[in-house]
C-alpha cells in the first residue's frame, strides 16, 4: 500500500470570479514509504498549492488524499500536522524568534502528543533529547539552548527548524524550497543536513526545489509538475543518470515553454 495516495485532485483558486485560477487539474500522485521525491516546475505550476493540499492548508474541490489508506481529505490541519512535518521557505516561519532554542525544541516535542499543553519548563529528560537532535545538524546549538532563535542566522534557522520538523518522527515530510532563501553555501549545508536527516529516519519526502542539481541529486525520485499535473515522473537509474541539461530538455518538451531560467528558476 502506498504510504500517500493523491487522486485526482482539482483546486480552483478564486471561482467564480475574473482571477478564477485552476491551478491543480486532476492531479494523481502515489507516494511509497521511503520515498524521498523532488518536485520541480516553473512558477505557479502549482507546487505549493499541492504541499498545501496535503497538509490542509488550502481544501481541495475534488479528489481526494489516502495517508495510509485513510482519506485525509476532510481532516483538520492542526490534526493531519500529528503526522506531516513542513518547512518553508523563509527561515522566519519555521522558528518563534521570541523563543529560545530549547522552547522551540519544546514545542515541536509536543507534536502528535495527546496533550497539547505547553509549558515553558523543561525538563533535564526532555533537554537530553533536544541535545541529540541538535547535535545532529553539527552546528553546536545544543551548547545554546537558552539563546533566542533570533540572534541565528538563516541557514540556523533552518537547520533548527528541520531538526523541529523530525523531532517527532513525522509519516511525511513536506519541503518546499527550504534552502531557496539561503546562499549557495549554506543552501548546500542544510541540503547534506537534509539528507542525512531523511535516511537516517527513513522518512518519507515531498521536497520542492527550483535548484535542478538538488532535485537530480538528492531524492529516489523526480518529479515534474506542469499546469496542476504531473506530467514527468522518473525514479531509479533513470534518475541517476539525468543530466541539468536532459531535465532542462524535458522540462522544454512537457510544458512547450521557451527554454529560460527563469521559466524554471523561479520556483
Ligand atoms: N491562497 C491562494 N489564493 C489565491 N491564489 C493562489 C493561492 N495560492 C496560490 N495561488 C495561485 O495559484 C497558482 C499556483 O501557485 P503555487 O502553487 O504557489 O505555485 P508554485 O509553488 O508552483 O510556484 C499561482 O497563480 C498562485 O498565484
Ligand atoms: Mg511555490
Known amino acids: 500500500m502506498a504510504l500517500l495516495t493523491l487522486s485526482q485532485i482539482h483546486k480552483t483558486f478564486e471561482k467564480g470570479t475574473v482571477n478564477e485560477n485552476h491551478v491543480l487539474r486532476g492531479l494523481d500522485l502515489e507516494v511509497n514509504q521511503g520515498d524521498f521525491i523532488s518536485i520541480i516546475g516553473g512558477n505557479g505550476a ?34 493531519r500536522a500529528k503526522d506531516i512535518s513542513r518547512v518553508f521557505q523563509d527561515p522566519r516561519m519555521g522558528t518563534a524568534t521570541n523563543l529560545t532554542i530549547e522552547e522551540n525544541m519544546a514545542i515541536a516535542y509536543l507534536r502528535g502528543k495527546k496533550r497539547h499543553l505547553f509549558k515553558k519548563a ?84 515531498l521536497m520542492i526545489t527550483h535548484n ?13 509538475l506542469y499546469h496542476g ?10 534518475k541517476k543518470n539525468l543530466t541539468v541539461a536532459q531535465l532542462m530538455d524535458l522540462f522544454h518538451k512537457n510544458s512547450g515553454q521557451a527554454l529560460t531560467d527563469d521559466a524554471l528558476v523561479l520556483g
Not at 498545501?52 to 492548508?57: E, F, R
Open 46 to 79: 502549482g507546487k505549493s498549492t499541492l504541499l498545501n493540499s496535503i497538509s490542509g492548508a488550502v481544501t481541495i474541490d475534488e479528489g481526494d488524499i489516502l495517508l495510509e489508506g485513510q482519506s485525509i481529505r476532510k481532516t483538520a490541519v492542526s490534526q
Open 122 to 205: 523543561v525538563t533535564d529528560k526532555d533537554r537530553e533529547i533536544f541535545k541529540a537532535a541538535l547535535a545532529e545538524l553539527d552546528l553546536g546549538l545544543e551548547n545554546r539552548l537558552k539563546t533566542d532563535a533570533a540572534f541565528l542566522s538563516g541557514g540556523q534557522r533552518q537547520a533548527l527548524t528541520l531538526a523541529m520538523a523530525t523531532l517527532v518522527r513525522p509519516k511525511l515530510l513536506l519541503l518546499d524550497e527550504h534552502t531557496a532563501a539561503l546562499d549557495p553555501k549554506t543552501s548546500e549545508m542544510v541540503m547534506r543536513l537534509t539528507k542525512k536527516i531523511v535516511e537516517e529516519q527513513g522518512l518519507t519526502t
Open 212 to 224: 535542478m542539481e538538488h532535485a537530480i541529486t538528492y531524492g529516489n525520485r523526480l518529479v515534474m
Open 229 to 238: 499535473k504531473i506530467v514527468v515522473d522518473i525514479s531509479g537509474e533513470e
